[in-house]
């Protein structure tokens, strides 16, 4: 039959395990073998999918990199006459180590090392790999290039290939765009490339841009669940667009299948390469240079912005995003706790719950991973531990919580344990100073480890990225899990995902509902102090260190934005006027910051021996991620620019 110009192509998202190069080369083969069964003719894996994209410094490694490179060998075999992209690292003649998409077929073995390599954000690239200038004879093989594909049958399939590897593809001129402007009609993108909220779609939209502005097929085969949560996770989100529509997808966290297969038409793509005559005038820029000149423009007052300032930059304004953003934030924060709990095989997981937002949305994304992975959820151990400050409405509220979720209660109260200390120590027990306070959070902390080696379990953190951000947590205390799922949610999203779920149990599970909705309106406390003469919660967080709505403004404008104190300063103001944020006094503002910025840098030492934990948005604080600081790094600089700004409304 004739073929009518179509390739059948796909994108595969194997289950990788990390650094397991035998295993992973022989599920790369066995998916070859059904693709065969389905007359696939070009198949995509993943970014390196030999090795795992997550090895860190085992890419360092003789041991891995002489495996990798050992394992081309046998799937260039069992590929046959299936053309197979794949991923390795592999060292170049001169020692560098480059990270590599192969293409085998036939007795063919062509190289195409990554061009862009990042260093950005949670991306660390440039410690292991080096970019691609378009160096020949780095390797044995044939390197870069176009590659055209024919068939036995009919000869010439109307395909030229060009290939690029993940970030090559979010640049402003990507490789594949010299490709395409030199004949190529298909790209394949070999990608490694982590969840965050809104990424998939993002993802989508590039993908399908790409595929249209370069009037080409796109094959986009990304990395699955298989790579290491440790600051991470990974979906397997593929795409298979045609010219800026997306023809197939394989949607994020969906492992009914490890691959996604479709018929390209390469006929179409070439006829709309002859109609939009256009498409090949960008050679003309190569012969002419660009020319700048300046010009000057009218200064403008900015005192009334016209434009929006998110007063919550971290949730969005409507309801349906902010469901939407819920939706997505539980899905990653589950998927990443399910690979943890498969990979150390953990038979149970302990979790701390205190009857506060943060252990509670810990509890409640352990119980989706647990019906996830379809067990019980009595193996789920919530662990209620009273103390000194622990009020009867917050340990009332733990105890309904466990039980609505229908998971194993175990109360254990540490008040006997931390006086026995306080006493060794000589500690007045009146005496309510950190020693007070932090003895009991060690003692916790102690119960958790030691009852999570007595079931083979797991415990989970709950500390949450607003708390890391000012260092309020105990050091060498709640600051120590095993896993964090909390760790880059900050504590304003906190309370709209507790009230996600209690909005999704409501129909369902109506006192769960309710349970959540008081925990949301419990005020925030780390119960260590004993409680006001009426039984109520004394010991408030926002009392001591001011509002969690102006600490999470700072965050998100400091970290991903990385503007000036005035700058915030003047953004808050904006964000009060416009009515996206609360209202503050300029005297509140002030001193909120001034505790953000001493706590911030005063107690990084905290953060960078935090525990695993799942990246979800665009600002985390993991020292193995986006944010890398010396403990010691002084706050002046910031302390003084607040001081000045203090002055100037002071003269105002």
């Not at 919530?382 to 109360?411: D, H, Q, S």
């Not at 009392?543 to 969690?548: A, L, V």
């Not at 709505?549 to 300063?569: E, M, Q, V, W």
């Amino acid at each position: 039959m004739e073929d009518f110009g179509f390739l059948r192509v796909a994108a595969v998202s194997p289950e990788v395990c990390v650094a397991d190069v035998e295993k992973n080369t022989r599920v790369i083969c066995n998916t070859i073998d059904e693709l065969k069964e389905q007359s696939v003719q070009l198949a995509v894996f993943p970014e390196l999918c030999i090795t795992g994209y997550t090895c860190a410094d085992l890419f360092f490694q003789d041991e891995l990199l002489a495996s990798a490179k050992k394992s081309l060998l046998k799937i260039l075999l069992h590929a046959d006459k299936i053309a197979v992209l794949v991923g390795l690292p592999l060292k170049a003649m001169n020692g560098v180590l480059y990270n590599c998409a192969a293409l085998l077929c036939g007795k063919t073995i062509r190289i195409y090392p990554k061009t862009f390599v990042p260093n950005y954000a949670e991306f660390y690239e440039k410690r292991w790999f080096t970019s691609y200038a378009g160096e020949q004879g780095l390797f044995e093989y044939e390197t870069g290039g176009l590659v055209k594909l024919d068939t036995e049958a009919n000869g010439f399939t109307g395909a030229i290939l060009g290939c690029e590897i993940c970030e090559d593809a979010w640049v402003s001129v990507s490789p594949s765009a010299i490709s395409c402007l030199n004949g190529a009609n298909v790209i394949a993108n070999l990608s490694a490339g982590n969840e965050l909220i809104g990424k998939s779609s993002y993802r989508k939209n590039l993908i399908s841009i790409n595929s249209a502005k370069n009037i080409c097929a796109y094959i986009y085969a990304n990395a699955g669940v298989g790579e290491s949560t440790q600051d991470l996770v990974f979906s397997g989100h593929s795409i298979i667009c045609e010219n800026g529509s997306v023809l197939k997808e394989k949607n994020p966290f969906d492992e009914s299948s490890s691959y996604i297969i479709c018929d390209i038409d390469l006929q179409k793509i070439n006829y709309e390469r002859r109609r939009t005559e256009t498409f090949g005038q960008p050679n003309l820029l190569k012969k002419s240079e660009l020319k700048f000149e300046e010009i000057t423009v009218a200064s403008t007052d900015f005192a009334s912005l016209k434009r929006k300032v998110e007063g919550k930059p971290f949730v969005p304004s409507s309801a349906a995003e902010c469901k939407q953003r819920c939706e997505e934030i539980s899905r990653l924060q589950a998927w990443a706790l399910v690979k943890r709990i498969s990979h150390v095989n953990a038979k149970t997981v302990v979790v701390g719950i205190s009857g506060g937002l943060d252990s509670t949305l810990a509890l409640l994304v352990c119980c989706q991973a647990f019906d996830i992975l379809k067990k019980d959820r009595k193996e789920i151990h919530a662990i209620t531990m009273p103390g000194f400050g622990t009020t009867g409405r917050t340990y009332e509220n733990a105890k309904k919580l466990a039980l609505c979720c229908g998971v194993t209660l175990v109360e254990i109260s540490i008040k006997e344990c931390a006086k026995k200390h306080l006493e060794d120590l000589n500690h007045p027990l009146d005496l309510y100073d950190t020693t007070y306070e932090n003895a009991q959070a060690r003692e916790r902390t102690q119960v958790l480890f030691d009852y999570a080696n007595m079931h083979s379990g797991l415990v989970l953190g709950t500390g949450d990225l607003s708390e890391l951000a000012l260092g309020w947590c105990t050091y060498n205390g709640d600051q120590m899990s095993n896993y964090s799922v909390n760790s880059s949610i900050p504590k304003t999203l906190v309370r709209y995902l507790v009230n996600f779920y209690a909005e999704e149990s409501q129909e369902k599970n109506r006192v769960l509902s309710k349970t959540l909705n008081d925990i949301i309106s419990t005020p925030v406390s780390p119960e260590l102090l004993p409680p006001d003469k009426d039984g109520n919660i004394a010991q408030k967080t926002e009392n001591s260190i001011g509002s969690y709505l102006l600490h999470d403004f700072f965050i998100y404008n400091t970290l991903r934005n990385g503007f000036s104190p005035k700058k915030i300063f003047f953004l808050a103001k904006a964000a009060i006027s416009q009515g996206s944020l609360e209202k503050f006094s300029d005297e509140a503002i002030i001193k909120t910051m001034k505790t953000f910025y001493n706590r911030f840098f005063s107690q990084q030492f905290k953060r960078s021996c935090m525990s695993d934990g799942v990246k979800v948005g665009s600002v985390s604080l993991s020292p193995r991620g986006d944010w890398r600081m010396p403990s010691d790094a002084s706050a002046k600089l910031w302390l003084d620019a607040v001081e000045e700004l203090e002055k100037e409304i002071l003269k105002s």
